[in-house]
């Protein structure tokens, strides 16, 4: 076990009413060293949230987030994310925006450099070093961020809906591509996605989420060699149960955004 | 090129021809000693060749406007730019803050006199008092801004790339803030500017573009007046435009964020 929520619940303060929206209510889960986990759900259901509080972005309001058995206390380059959104520095060239996330602990600039220009070569994009990220498209922006987040060599690799905003052609190409990476380093990650077939697709391990207050539903171990084909018998009716499972709960169809609870509510 | 020519070409006739008629009909309805505009810029003229307005030439009182102006402006950043950052950085100190700075925004730059006036008497001091005063509110209002804008995302990543607080600000949150920074340093300078008029109605010597244009009302040279508005005119919109628009183009390129600008 590489990292643990254990009884996690998680209140944001709503700033219109005052009252508490609860995020995460009472979720305890174990993430296994090296395996590939998958959190889908709705939106609302918490699952970003969950990965903010991995990554350290956020605290629990009840219960403990732990890494390696000591409780997390902020951000750190041990658990490195990629993010939905654009978050590459306008201001940087592509290798400098990489170069960045490199602590320099003593290392000489050439040699950053050199590991920098490494990363940026393992996703393809290496004679794109010294282009501005807003000459590369959405999908080249999304591999330098993974190349910028693996050259900090972290422990476990988060992502939250990574590929996301691209066209469907372009996520699937990037799946496959953090599959191999996935296969190549057997590092931990978490990879949020409302996306069931790319979980599916992707998963060692499928963790399904529901809203209203954010809660882990249902998991499914998934053994497929890769690659999958998801039209198999087995794939078929395991892509039901998952759908089937969101569909049925209350708030999935149309409902129009998680209602204001206070913890007590249950 | 040929159309902001052409465009600044109009403009400046829009003004000269509003001018031009609001002078004639003035004579002739109230037979006030109005300057026109061919009158104007022959003093203007004559003034740059050396003539004196108000006891002084027209360089003396730019160049004491000016570092009026400019020892005012220098007060303003320092305590602007330290306060917009402070406020940007700490939300606390963000929300009882800014109820100041607006408070002090809404201050006219006239009513600003007394006060000057009440703590630093007739003089130099008073006048730069009051320039300060109304740049600081916009360098404050747009640097805190900016740095508050700055999205999320950016500060995560330097974190989660193990920076520290110091670190993140120098290189995400300072770059990222950095073209509503130099907003509200050219609103500011702006506001100093237009506010030297009224400041310089305290000034203790006799010197000044705006002290020249309130001398007037007692020298009844107007056309004096109107050759210290048009300098006026013309520095302010040189510094502002040609200043700092170029330092914005340069800070865009700079921030990658210019083709978005094109498209």
């Not at chain 1, 993430?31 to 998958?38: A, D, N, Q, T, V």
């Not at chain 1, 060599?153 to 996301?164: A, I, N, Q, T, Y």
């Not at chain 1, 057997?186 to 599916?200: G, M, P, Q, S, W």
Request: hydrophobic share 50%.
């Amino acid at each position: 076990m590489i990292a643990e929520l254990r009884n996690v619940s998680k209140v944001f303060a709503d700033p219109r009413s005052g009252r508490g929206l609860v995020a995460l209510n009472d979720v305890s889960l174990s993430i296994e060293e090296g395996e590939f986990l998958c959190l889908v759900g709705s939106s609302g259901c918490g699952k970003s949230t969950t990965l903010n509080l991995m990554a350290g972005f956020e605290a629990p309001s009840r219960g403990q987030m732990l890494f390696r058995g000591e409780e997390v206390s902020g951000p750190s380059p041990e658990r490195g994310v990629v993010f939905q959104e654009p978050s590459l520095f306008p201001w940087m060239s592509v290798l400098q925006n990489v170069m960045f996330s490199l602590q320099d602990g003593g290392a000489r600039k050439a040699v950053r450099e050199e590991r920098a220009m490494e990363q940026l070569r393992l996703v393809g994009l290496d004679s794109f070093a010294h282009a501005r990220p807003n000459d590369l498209s959405g999908g080249m922006k999304q591999r330098v961020a993974i190349a910028r987040t693996l050259a900090m060599e972290p422990e476990m690799l988060l992502m939250d809906e990574p590929f996301g905003s691209l066209d469907e052609q372009t996520r699937r190409k990037l799946d496959n591509e953090a599959l191999s990476l996935w296969q190549r380093e057997r590092k931990t990650v978490v990879f949020v996605t409302h996306n069931i077939d790319e979980a599916l697709t992707l998963g060692t391990r499928v963790v399904l989420m529901s809203p209203s207050p954010g809660r882990i539903e249902r998991e499914w171990h998934i053994d497929e060699a890769w690659p999958r084909d998801l039209s198999s018998p087995r794939m078929v009716s395991l892509r039901q149960e998952v759908v089937g499972m969101l569909q049925a709960c209350p708030c999935a169809n149309g409902a129009p955004r998680p209602s204001l609870l206070t913890l007590e509510e249950d | 090129m040929a159309r902001d020519l052409g465009n600044v070409l109009i403009g400046v006739a829009v003004i000269v021809a509003a001018w031009w008629l609001t002078a004639e009909a003035m004579i002739h309805l109230r037979g006030a000693a109005f300057p026109t505009p061919p009158e104007a810029f022959v003093a203007l003229w004559e003034a740059l060749l050396g003539a004196e307005l108000n006891n002084a030439t027209v360089y003396a009182h730019t160049q004491s406007s000016l570092s009026r102006w400019g020892a005012g402006y220098l007060i303003a950043l320092a305590f602007g730019l330290v306060a917009g950052m402070a406020f940007g950085t700490a939300p606390r100190l963000h929300d009882a803050g800014m109820v100041a700075v607006y408070i002090l925004q809404m201050v006219p730059g006239l009513a600003w006199i007394p006060i000057a006036m009440l703590i630093f008497g007739l003089g130099e001091a008073a006048t730069v008092f009051i320039i300060a005063m109304t740049a600081i509110p916009p360098i404050v209002i747009n640097t805190a801004g900016g740095i508050r804008e700055v999205p999320t995302v950016f500060t995560r990543v330097a974190q989660m790339s193990g920076r520290e607080d110091s670190s993140v600000f120098l290189h995400v949150l300072l770059p990222a803030a950095s073209l509503s920074i130099i907003n509200g340093m050219r609103i500011g300078l702006a506001n100093g500017w237009r506010v030297l008029i009224a400041a310089e109605m305290v000034v203790g010597v006799a010197l000044g573009l705006g002290f020249s244009i309130y001398q007037s009302r007692y020298s009844l040279d107007f056309t004096a007046a109107f050759v210290a508005i048009m300098v006026i005119c013309v520095i302010g919109l040189t510094i502002e435009k040609l200043l700092f628009v170029k330092m914005e183009n340069k800070v865009r390129n700079r921030l990658g964020i210019d083709r978005e600008d094109d498209t």
